[in-house]
């Protein structure tokens, strides 16, 4: 198999990135909104922002750092601190979540 | 897999003359940079062995005037001579800390990763010599801002190398201010410096591999290191973020660890920990790496069970990420969560009892040579064996109950640190001296400081087990204030008599390795019948390594094996082309 | 001098030191297999002129075996700890009838609250007493412990308990005693320079005695 | 002594292919980095989750302390730098190394390598200015990493409704607001000091080429993460 150059990404179709900008800039806005403008309750709210901020960290890391075209090797690097953080922050909570 | 290396070849080949300066100084040669990470962090041993000989007198002979105490200032030493508490826990936070952060660590890592990967890799030189020439300057930074904390008004922190909170938050509590601060900013620089070191060992070991060199050849040792630069990337920024808050709070008034204000004392422990855990793994899995390579050799056998090894290895660090609460089972953390801490803990010692299990199956049926090297190699078998079998009482948490906190705990620390790391690395500075300094070191004067250390050592700690089940805290100034740890006084005073002797013994090594730098027989090409791609290099190795990128035709551990025999020698090393070898594809396959 | 853990002084030394002793033959087990393996190979395996190294690259079968016994052990010790450490730290553990104290460390000294004559905390009765800790024999005890400043531990060795008293957090460690005395109560954790010398005695009394103490207490003003 | 060893020169690929994780070590470097950085910021994202999880009373609410519409605005600031970043690395892949080049038949011209990358680095740099004004304005009103100050306007404010201004956790909450943001303030002032470095000795002599911008694509992706990690940072600290 040939070697991999930076020109290798290039084979794929390129994503539009005006595109994704509006879609974070539109997420952004409804972030906003959400917080002060609608009267849901706040787990709802909570639940929803998060959900709201992990796509947008999702389409920058997929798109703008183009761990879409990546292969598994790479991703991986980037995956292995997640479950870490989630560890340590359970135990962390765990005084007070879980008693 | 069919990945085969394809090493990078910019112009190594020709390099002109340097200055000294940029040739030993500002060098970008990892392997001179591995010879200053061993010349900085064997002064910082020295450092640490020299407040552990101040604690030892104390303990030993509490109120008694220490010897030449006095020419220490007042805040550390009474007037007529006897050790201050204040100074007491002092010495032990930074004895501590130096050993930990100042002396094994960038013994184990900074010199052995930096000097062993891209030699036994067959790569020229690590992926960014700047970067690791970077590495190397602010590790002697951090040393030197940490020692800076003696000079300071009221000198270096008071609160443990384990700085918990509130105590070290609060100078009013630790009494403290400047040294608490160059505490935390050396914390902060050293972790940038290891951060940037893994870096560069993590990409060398991917990228750089010379062509045949796949993963399932490279020797233990670069296993091991490349598993410790991976916990060393992770682990490494959470205690910088955790002495960032601690410093914050200091300077900044922050409440991170402020339980008045609703900080909690208990984070603190949860993130050091969370870092200090890994980092003991940190300072063991080298150790057991390049302890691998050396019985290997030792008893011309391959390793056995080669990819269990591995994988123990990798299990180990897998591991080594949950199990941080075993720290804190006395800590009024959840008890819930102690129990899944125990048994995530007490499961280590498989993978733990794979690798020393698969030791002992290399020496069976061996052909034992007793090198230097070797003979501390078992020593770090045998020792660390003590050390991590004395882990598991204290890992099952209802015995951990009377044990947390007594010098059981100690015990358990410099078996595994001193009888593991230490040994581990008397035994890989001796095997890779000809290979730093093109000389060996006195074979003679070695087994002599081998077999004193390993009894003087035995008699310092193992006592130590014993006077913590009667129930003797740590860091206590005076143990003789208590009724109940009167009658354990004779024993301490033993344990600092030998003590002594240790220290003494280790300027056996410090002669030797001096000495010889100068003195030593010269070295042969390979001294040791080693089948490491290191050895198809002059001693010492030019910068650059190899002028073109070698090849490598089979694994490590081929001792014995028949083709050697066919050859007339026990070793087969990885560079030899044999007729019947083919070469691997030079260019990366994916 | 002794050369094993303290004299049992409460009902959880009975388990303790028997999981104690239980390891100790499992590890010590562990540790003669290898020493005294290791020291065999030594001498067998040494090298001699003429000899040749058997050549192999391991063993499934060996490596499975001393995976598997290991992890069995482990897993079995990992169940039987939790058992007691569940009846000995476990939130609900405490029993319904323990006479309750309260334990405040601060540097460097132990402040032990007594309930007073009507045997609750919190009511006007209750005195504090510095440095000194009187319990009842056989009564299970709970002591209330917090921290004024820096992170402390409770620490008797004969009773084999140890609980850190940790600023912001109110920890529940309960004891029954089994023998009448004078013990020492110890700090574990580093808590500053005076870390050495924040002792306590403890005064382990019969129902009686503990009665009249309290009595004199009582009559002498509370502290 | 057989070196047996044979050179690979001549294979070698044009450019730096190397092999293992099948990506050139600048970038595997990066990725090695950015992993650990994510741990850094475990650090101190995790302890403002702890610490709110534990604190003895309510946060302060959303925008009670804080102003949301700057800091609003400062992440489309974040946003659009990230966008013209990934437009620079996609202008040098096509070998546009020019600034402004006018497209036939078309009003607006097209942008080039000099272009975006210069958009970026003012946008980071516009960034670090709004976070420094906000910093001076809460400061002023008194919000500051050990809580409120005594006497200042929020305090007053604060005491007059404790619970919209999140009183009894002020501390903690200036303490993780300033760390947070502060350390990533740090982050994006380091990556427009990198960036400014590599316009003028990089991107203004027009060394990057579509066969070699690793520069490009390397300071990209650290770029990107600063990015990811504010929008994790606006959400949990100013919205939530
Ligand atoms: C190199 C460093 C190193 C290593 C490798 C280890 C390894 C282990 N450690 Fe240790 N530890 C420290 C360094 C290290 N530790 C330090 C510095 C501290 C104190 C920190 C402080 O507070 O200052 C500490 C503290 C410490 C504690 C906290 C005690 C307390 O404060 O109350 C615990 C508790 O569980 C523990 C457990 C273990 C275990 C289970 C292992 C296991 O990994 C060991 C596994 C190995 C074996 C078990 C031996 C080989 C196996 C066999 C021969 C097979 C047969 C065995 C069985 C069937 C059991 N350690
Ligand atoms: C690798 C780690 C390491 C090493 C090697 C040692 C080595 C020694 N330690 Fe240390 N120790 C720790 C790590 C280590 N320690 C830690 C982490 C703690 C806990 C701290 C805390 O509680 O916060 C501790 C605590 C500790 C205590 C407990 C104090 C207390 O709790 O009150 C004691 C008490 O005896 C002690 C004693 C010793 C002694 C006598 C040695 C001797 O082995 C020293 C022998 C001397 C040397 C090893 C130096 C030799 C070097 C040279 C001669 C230089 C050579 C130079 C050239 C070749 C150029 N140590
Ligand atoms: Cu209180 Cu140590
Ligand atoms: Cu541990």
């Given at each position: 198999m040939t070697a991999t150059t930076p020109h290798s990404d290039t084979s794929h179709k390129r994503p539009n990135y005006m595109l994704i900008w509006l879609y974070l800039f539109v997420l952004t806005v409804a972030e906003v909104s959400l917080a002060f403008e609608l009267p849901l309750s706040r787990n709802i709210k909570l639940l929803l922002l998060l959900f709201l901020a992990v796509w947008k960290a999702l389409l920058v890391a997929l798109f703008f750092m183009h761990l879409k075209f990546e292969r598994w090797r790479l991703r991986i690097i980037f995956i292995i601190p997640l479950p870490l953080a989630i560890i340590l922050v359970t135990a962390g909570v765990m005084e007070k979540v879980f008693k | 897999m069919t990945t085969v290396a394809h090493s990078r070849t910019d112009a190594h080949a020709e390099h002109a003359p340097m200055?000294?300066?940029?040739?030993?100084?500002?060098?970008?040669?990892?392997?001179?940079?591995?010879?200053?990470?061993?010349?900085?962090?064997?002064?910082?041993?020295?450092?640490?062995?020299?407040?552990?000989?101040?604690?030892?007198?104390?303990?030993?002979?509490?109120?008694?005037?220490?010897?030449?105490?006095?020419?220490?200032?007042?805040?550390?030493?009474?007037?007529?001579?006897?050790?201050?508490?204040?100074?007491?826990?002092?010495?032990?936070?930074?004895?501590?800390?130096?050993?930990?952060?100042?002396?094994?660590?960038?013994l184990l890592v900074g010199v052995y990763a930096n000097f062993l990967i891209p030699l036994k890799i067959g790569a020229h030189d690590m992926a960014f010599p700047r970067i690791n020439m970077w590495s190397f300057w602010l590790a002697l930074l951090a040393g030197l801002i940490m020692l800076a904390g003696f000079f300071v008004p009221n000198g270096p922190p008071r609160c443990g190398w384990t700085m918990y909170v509130p105590c070290s938050a609060r100078s009013d509590l630790s009494g403290v201010t400047t040294g608490q601060l160059?505490?935390?900013?050396?914390?902060?620089?050293?972790?940038?410096?290891?951060?940037?070191?893994?870096?560069?060992?993590?990409?060398?070991?991917?990228?750089?591999?010379?062509?045949?060199m796949t993963w399932f050849r490279m020797p233990l040792s670069v296993w091991a290191l490349f598993i410790t630069a991976i916990?060393?990337?992770?682990?490494?920024?959470?205690?910088?973020?955790?002495?960032?808050?601690?410093?914050?709070?200091?300077?900044?008034?922050?409440?991170?660890?402020?339980?008045?204000?609703?900080?909690?004392?208990?984070?603190?422990?949860?993130?050091?920990?969370?870092?200090?855990?890994?980092?003991?793994?940190?300072?063991?899995?080298?150790?057991?790496?390049?302890?691998?390579?050396?019985?290997?050799?030792?008893?011309?056998?391959?390793?056995?069970?080669?990819?269990?090894?591995?994988?123990?290895?990798?299990?180990?660090?897998?591991?080594?990420?949950?199990?941080?609460?075993?720290?804190?089972?006395?800590?009024?953390?959840?008890?819930?969560?102690?129990?899944?801490?125990m048994v995530s803990t007490l499961l280590i010692a498989v993978p733990s009892a794979v690798k020393v299990f698969n030791w002992m199956g290399t020496m069976w049926r061996g052909n034992l040579r007793f090198h230097v090297p070797m003979l501390n190699a078992i020593g770090f078998v045998s020792m660390f064996t003590i050390g991590g079998l004395s882990?598991?009482?204290?890992?099952?948490?209802?015995?951990?109950?009377?044990?947390?906190?007594?010098?059981?705990?100690?015990?358990?620390?410099?078996?595994?640190?001193?009888?593991?790391?230490?040994f581990a690395l008397f035994a890989a500075i001796t095997y890779w001296y000809p290979k730093m300094f093109g000389r060996m070191m006195n074979p003679g004067l070695g087994k002599i400081h081998f077999w004193l250390t390993f009894v003087a050592y035995n008699l310092t700690f193992f006592p130590m087990h014993i006077i913590g089940m009667g129930g003797q805290m740590r860091r206590i100034y005076d143990p003789t204030i208590y009724d109940f740890l009167k009658p354990q006084q004779p024993l301490n005073e033993f344990i600092s008599y030998a003590a002594f002797a240790l220290f003494a013994i280790q300027f056996l090594f410090a002669f030797n390795f001096l000495w010889s730098l100068k003195f030593g027989q010269k070295a042969p090409q390979n001294p040791w019948d080693d089948n490491g791609m290191e050895w198809s290099l002059p001693n010492p190795a030019p910068h650059g390594n190899w002028e073109r990128t070698p090849n490598v035709y089979r694994g490590p551990y081929e001792f014995s094996s028949p083709e050697a025999e066919a050859r007339g020698s026990d070793f087969l090393p990885q560079y030899v082309k044999l007729p019947t070898d083919r070469d691997p594809a030079p260019a990366a396959g994916h | 001098m002794r050369w094993w853990l303290p004299d049992a002084g409460s009902t959880f030394a009975g388990p303790i030191d028997s999981l104690f002793l239980a390891i100790l033959i499992i590890t010590g087990i562990a540790l003669v297999v290898v020493e005294v393996g290791l020291v065999a190979f030594l001498i067998r395996y040494r090298g001699r002129p003429g000899r040749k190294a058997f050549y192999t690259h391991g063993s499934t079968r060996a490596e499975v075996i001393w995976t598997a016994i290991p992890a069995v052990t482990m897993v079995a010790l990992g169940l039987i700890s939790n058992h007691y450490w569940v009846l000995i730290k476990g939130r609900s553990s405490v029993p319904p009838n323990a006479y309750h104290l309260g334990v405040h460390a601060k540097q460097f000294e132990w402040q032990v609250t007594y309930p007073g004559p009507d045997g609750k905390l919190g009511t006007?009765?209750?005195?504090?007493?510095?440095?000194?800790?009187?319990?009842?024999?056989?009564?299970?005890?709970?002591?209330?412990?917090?921290?004024?400043?820096?992170?402390?531990?409770?620490?008797?060795?004969?009773?084999?308990?140890?609980?850190?008293?940790?600023?912001?957090?109110?920890?529940?460690?309960?004891?029954?005693?089994?023998?009448?005395?004078?013990?020492?109560?110890?700090?574990?954790?580093?808590?500053?320079?005076?870390?050495?010398?924040?002792?306590?005695?403890?005064?382990?009394?019969?129902?009686?005695?503990?009665?009249?103490?309290?009595?004199?207490?009582?009559?002498?003003?509370?502290? | 002594m057989t070196h047996a060893t044979q050179t690979v020169d001549s294979m070698r690929p044009p450019f730096p292919a190397e092999s293992g994780a099948g990506v050139y070590s600048n970038k595997l470097g990066m990725w090695v980095f950015l992993a650990s950085d994510v741990m850094f910021f475990t650090a101190l994202i995790g302890s403002y989750i702890v610490l709110r999880f534990g604190a003895p009373g309510e946060w302060a609410k959303p925008g009670a302390v804080l102003n949301v519409p700057l800091t609003a605005f400062n992440t489309f600031l974040l946003i659009c730098s990230s966008v013209s970043m990934v437009k620079a690395y996609a202008a040098i892949q096509d070998g546009k190394k020019y600034f402004l080049r006018p497209v036939p038949g078309k009003t607006l011209r097209d942008g080039g390598l000099k272009f975006w990358m210069l958009v970026t680095i003012l946008c980071g740099a516009a960034?670090?200015?709004?976070?420094?004004?906000?910093?001076?304005?809460?400061?002023?009103?008194?919000?500051?990493?050990?809580?409120?100050?005594?006497?200042?306007?929020?305090?007053?404010?604060?005491?007059?409704?404790?619970?919209?201004?999140?009183?009894?956790?002020?501390?903690?909450?200036?303490?993780?607001?300033?760390?947070m943001t502060g350390f990533h303030g740090f982050h994006v002032t380091c990556g427009v000091i990198s960036m400014t470095y590599l316009y003028f000795t990089k991107v203004l002599p027009e060394k990057y080429s579509p066969q070699d911008y690793r520069g490009i694509e390397v300071i990209g992706l650290y770029w990107h993460f600063v990015d990811l990690v504010w929008i994790i940072l606006f959400t949990i600290v100013y919205l939530i």
């Open positions: - | 200055s000294f300066w940029r040739k030993y100084i500002f060098s970008t040669d990892h392997k001179i940079i591995g010879i200053q990470f061993l010349f900085v962090s064997l002064f910082f041993l020295l450092v640490g062995g020299i407040l552990a000989m101040q604690i030892r007198w104390q303990l030993g002979f509490p109120n008694t005037p220490m010897p030449g105490g006095k020419i220490l200032p007042e805040t550390y030493i009474a007037s007529n001579g006897v050790i201050l508490p204040e100074y007491y826990v002092q010495l032990v936070t930074m004895h501590g800390t130096f050993m930990i952060f100042f002396a094994i660590m960038p160059l505490w935390s900013v050396s914390i902060v620089v050293l972790g940038l410096s290891s951060v940037m070191g893994s870096v560069n060992y993590i990409t060398t070991v991917i990228n750089h591999r010379a062509p045949g916990l060393g990337v992770l682990a490494l920024p959470v205690l910088q973020g955790a002495a960032i808050m601690l410093l914050f709070d200091n300077v900044l008034g922050t409440h991170f660890f402020d339980p008045v204000a609703g900080g909690q004392a208990l984070l603190w422990q949860h993130l050091f920990w969370f870092f200090g855990h890994p980092e003991v793994y940190i300072l063991i899995l080298p150790a057991m790496g390049m302890v691998s390579d050396i019985i290997a050799n030792g008893s011309r056998k391959p390793i056995f069970g080669y990819h269990s090894m591995v994988f123990a290895i990798i299990g180990i660090a897998f591991l080594g990420w949950i199990v941080w609460g075993h720290h804190m089972f006395m800590s009024g953390m959840n008890p819930t969560l102690g129990s899944t801490f882990g598991i009482f204290m890992a099952a948490t209802p015995v951990d109950i009377p044990l947390h906190d007594t010098q059981f705990i100690v015990a358990h620390i410099h078996y595994v640190l001193f009888g593991g790391s230490l | 006007a009765d209750d005195f504090t007493v510095r440095n000194q800790l009187h319990v009842v024999v056989n009564q299970p005890t709970a002591v209330e412990l917090t921290s004024e400043d820096a992170v402390h531990s409770f620490f008797v060795p004969e009773w084999r308990l140890k609980q850190d008293a940790v600023p912001g957090m109110h920890i529940t460690a309960w004891f029954q005693a089994t023998k009448t005395g004078q013990f020492e109560l110890g700090c574990a954790e580093l808590c500053g320079m005076g870390h050495y010398r924040m002792r306590a005695r403890v005064f382990v009394h019969t129902p009686e005695d503990y009665k009249a103490w309290l009595a004199q207490q009582a009559a002498g003003g509370s502290e | 960034f670090v200015g709004v976070q420094l004004i906000e910093y001076f304005k809460l400061v002023h009103e008194g919000f500051t990493p050990a809580g409120f100050r005594d006497g200042s306007l929020l305090a007053e404010h604060a005491a007059a409704d404790p619970i919209k201004y999140g009183l009894a956790v002020a501390g903690l909450y200036g303490s993780s607001f300033f760390t």
